[in-house]
Nanobody
Framework: QVQLVESGGGLVQAGGSLRLSCTTS????????VGWFRQAPGKEREFVAR????????DYADSVKGRFTISRDNAKNTVYLQMNSLKPEDTAVYYC?????????????WGQGTQVTVSS
């Protein structure tokens, strides 16, 4: 069983920053990667960023490159998403998810989400 808990969301003005945390528990020690996704009202869920547990390899959506940074603390089983220069269009519910293996692109475990609202 894998559990993920997101935290750190909130209301911020455009240009501000937030840091989201995703704390994992359960059988995550041999999983491949953790990703961040977001879903805005009326829109489909979209990929934001991901990081591998072992090598720390990262990948970002074009819309957040240069503004968001994903990192991990293996000792704490926690993945962070530092979000800088936030824009109103970043407003969404942000979810973290676990991808079990590199051979299967499916993220099988999801957190409950945390709301990020960026005011203009």
């Amino acid at each position: 069983q894998v559990q993920l808990v997101e935290s750190g969301g909130g209301l911020v003005q455009a240009g501000g920053s937030l840091r989201l945390s995703c704390t994992t528990s359960g059988r995550t020690f041999n999983s491949y990667a953790v990703g961040w996704f977001r879903q805005a009202p009326g829109k489909e869920r979209e990929f934001v960023a991901r990081i591998t547990w072992s090598g720390g390899d990262t990948d970002y959506a074009d819309s957040v490159k240069g503004r968001f940074t994903i990192s991990r603390d293996n000792a704490k089983n926690t993945v962070y998403l530092q979000m800088n220069s936030l824009k109103p269009e970043d407003t969404a519910v942000y979810y973290c998810a676990v991808r079990s293996t590199r051979f299967n692109p499916i993220y099988g475990y999801w957190g409950q989400g945390t709301q990020v609202t960026v005011s203009s």
